[in-house]
């Protein structure tokens, strides 16, 4: 079945070649799709005839969001522990075994259910393409069934059992990581496509991050790193030196670690919803597009550190708040994502990519910023269906 999607105001293709700008931008626009790929894209005047037809409204339709970072397999809130850092308390990780010890004691359907709960508010949003990160069990059991229950909501799945060293191992991290690195990625290994690690002081230092990672190169999984989030550690330096898709966080840079991600092709990927819930400074993604880097935005949405699903949102906090343009976060949110993902079938609407499309009640992109927290997706096309 081919779908029209016209009468669309303005088109962002991320295409250069087939529109204006960075964006690839079409004015007066229409999309086809078949089968749950895009077949034709241009001026509305020019569309082929198809079976079924969607009226944009003179809309804006962008690709669908890439949220390239986040750990929705978890139990329990902590909302408790954001109004203290409101109050002034500091944001250290120490929470996250909160969240392990509510993990560990959730059955199988608690944990999918907020999960799927998650990953279909995110859709909502025009999220269409998402990762999902264990990271709140830190057993081999509990990370196995969290892996599981992420495999079904999403193929872009990432162990993280180095998120911290669980308290049983208090003392022991060496201990941990060789769990981590042995018994517990053979169980997780068939639901995993990538490896991530916290490397940070209070979490894994230089030598276990190096130590998980080419673990997980050598089953053949894709790096991430969460790096720099908390102080100018060696996460990004390790990152690029292991050829990881994506360094995560970026907080705190020398300019020996944006040389690297700019002469590197590691994603630098931003996730403003932790600063904002951490009451933290933001990281600087103006000076990162200045040295050259490619700079991804995703939410992280977890239940500490930034329990946001909104890539809508990120967009409108990385405009503000850390010198992007309009076009340089809508970018980051959908192709960037895409390349911290390591994927060319999303983030781009272009003949032979995912028919993944947002279609704004506004008639451009920009207004993702300039109407921050307004519900401005009107209708998400996922693979081709209307949701
Ligand atoms: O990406 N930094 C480490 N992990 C998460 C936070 C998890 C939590 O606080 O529960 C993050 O921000
Ligand atoms: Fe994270």
Redesign the pocket.
Known sequence: MTLLIDNIGELVTNDPSLGRGQLGTITRAAVVTDGGRVTWVGRAADAPAADERFDAAGGAVLPGFVDS?S?LV?AGD?AAEFAARMAGEP?T?G??RT?VAATRAASDDTLRATATRLRAEALRQGTTTIEVKS??GLTVPDETRSMKIAFEVTPETTFLGA?VVPTEYAGRPDDYVSLVCGPMLTAVEPYAKWVDV?C?QG?FDADQSRAVLEAGRERGLGLRV?AN?LSAGPGVRLAVELGAASA??CTYLTDADVAALADSDTVATL?PG?EFSTRSPYPDARRLLDAGVTVALAT?C?????YTSSMPWCVAMAVREMGMTPAEAVWAATAGGARALRRDDVGVLRPGARADLVVLDAPSYLHLAYRPGVPLVRQVIHNGVLI
């Open positions: 970072h750990h978890f902590r944001y990780g929470g996250i969240t990271g709140y998120h916290f940070e979490a969460h989030q995560d966080h996730l932790a992280d977890n239940p500490g550190s930034s």
